[in-house]
């Protein structure tokens, strides 16, 4: 099971369930150090390096999987901030929520699909009830990955979206199989880097959220049911399947986020 973040939160608490099952974690991870201590703890696994906020990071680990991977069954896209106080944005002009919870993903998915069709792989994405808020504006893809006007919230909602979106295409591809996750609300301290009013609002509420080991077993879910390796396009969450917004299945908003793509990463 190759997983993005891995290291901290649902991610970690997912690993960490993994112990006693048969399934061979393989960690993509900023934090080799952390990393490696995950890895302790359950007695297995492997790890690339990878940094999802920078593209030629993301490119490398690509290619240090091909060149020696050759099967994953499972690949769950879990990496994700909610959001910087400021406007960030790489060296390719993307908005930095955009490029870490979603065009790293689909960069990584992008090059390593021919191991996946290859696989049969199973591939996961974690997405967020916030997603249907995106289109309650009326947005489009064609702007949303390098856009200007910065808010926390809509960044994060922007970013879980095109998942949702980006998933639902995938899973239109008969020799993998593509599903969302939605794990719920989680106390994963995703905000803790953030130090202002959003960091502190959540941590005040904090004993309402879902605690990570519970959130986890929605991968759980995805892992040990047979009929997610049959089925594709399911959006999961902890107690029951259910579909995402249905504008992430229209074709001309699955166009248009492909073109975005395709724009910022000519790799692709």
């Not at 369930?17 to 696994?45: C, F, N, W």
């Not at 916030?130 to 990955?145: E, I």
């Not at 249905?246 to 073109?259: G, H, P, W, Y």
Request: aromatic content about 8%; some cysteine.
């Amino acid at each position: 099971m190759l997983i993005t973040g891995a290291t901290n939160g649902i991610g970690a608490a997912a690993i960490r369930q993994l112990k006693d099952t048969e399934v061979h974690p393989i960690l993509l991870a900023r934090s080799e150090k952390k990393a490696q201590e995950i890895l302790r703890e359950i007695g297995r696994g492997d790890y690339y390096v990878c940094d999802l906020s920078d593209t030629m990071s993301v490119l490398q680990a690509a290619q240090e999987i091909i060149s020696k991977e050759t099967t994953i069954d499972y690949f769950i896209a879990n990496a994700g901030v909610i959001g910087y106080k400021d406007t960030r944005k790489t060296g390719e002009g993307v908005e930095m929520t955009m490029q870490v919870n979603f065009l790293s993903h689909a960069l990584l998915v992008e090059q390593l699909l021919p191991v996946f069709e290859k696989s049969g792989t199973v591939l996961a994405f974690t997405s967020s009830m916030l997603h249907r808020s995106y289109w309650l504006a009326n947005y489009d893809f064609s702007t949303s990955l390098n856009a200007t006007k910065h808010s926390q919230f809509k960044s994060y909602s922007r970013s879980k979206a095109a998942i949702c979106t980006y998933a639902m295409w995938l899973a239109k591809n008969e020799k993998i199989r593509v599903h969302l996750l939605d794990p719920g609300v989680a106390a994963t301290g995703i905000t803790r880097s953030r130090e202002d009013w959003m960091d502190k609002a959540m941590n005040s509420v904090g004993f309402l959220f879902s605690k990570p080991e519970s959130s986890a077993r929605t991968i759980l879910r995805l892992i040990q049911d047979e009929k997610y390796k049959r089925l594709s396009g399911i959006y999961l969450t902890k107690n029951r399947d259910k579909s995402p917004d249905k504008r992430a299945m229209e074709t001309t908003n699955q166009r248009s986020l492909l073109d975005q793509i395709k724009k910022h990463l000519p790799a692709v």
